[in-house]
């Protein structure tokens, strides 16, 4: 399994950006796909976005479209999610998941990943 570390994450007025990291490390890190998710208090955790190792393709969650911006730096084994425009509807806990053998077409599922990091707090204040 790969091991993921996010980093990133604290405290931003809306309307401000913040860049999360996902550093990954292990045998099987280079492949498949990284997903972020977000899972504020009270509710179920949810796809942000996904994006494919082989081909860098991208994709979305409705409510982030247009606001967040996924990449891969394979250098630096690392994934960013760069987060602008930010609302306090974004305020959550913000993790990163790996799976080698997946091909996100869509903000894939949680329960279609295999690894996960320990997640990194983002508060977005009024």
């Known amino acids: 399994q790969a091991q993921l570390v996010e980093s990133g994450g604290g405290l931003v007025q809306s309307g401000g950006s913040l860049r999360l990291s996902c550093a990954t490390s292990?045998?099987?890190?280079?492949?498949?796909?990284i997903g972020w998710f977000r899972q504020a208090p009270g509710k179920e955790r949810e796809g942000v976005s996904c994006?494919?190792?082989?081909?860098?393709?991208?994709y979305y969650a409705d409510s982030v479209k247009g606001r967040f911006t996924t990449s891969r730096d394979n250098a630096k084994k690392t994934v960013y999610l760069q987060m602008d425009s930010l609302k306090p509807e974004d305020t959550a806990v913000y993790y990163c998941?790996?799976?080698?053998?997946?091909?996100?077409?869509?903000?894939?599922?949680?329960?279609?990943?295999?690894?996960w990091g320990q997640g990194t707090q983002v508060t977005v204040s009024s």
């Open positions: 292990g045998p099987t890190s280079d492949y498949g796909a």
């Open positions: 994006i494919n190792s082989s081909d860098g393709t991208t």
């Open positions: 998941a790996q799976d080698p053998d997946l091909y996100c077409s869509d903000s894939a599922a949680a329960g279609d990943f295999s690894s």
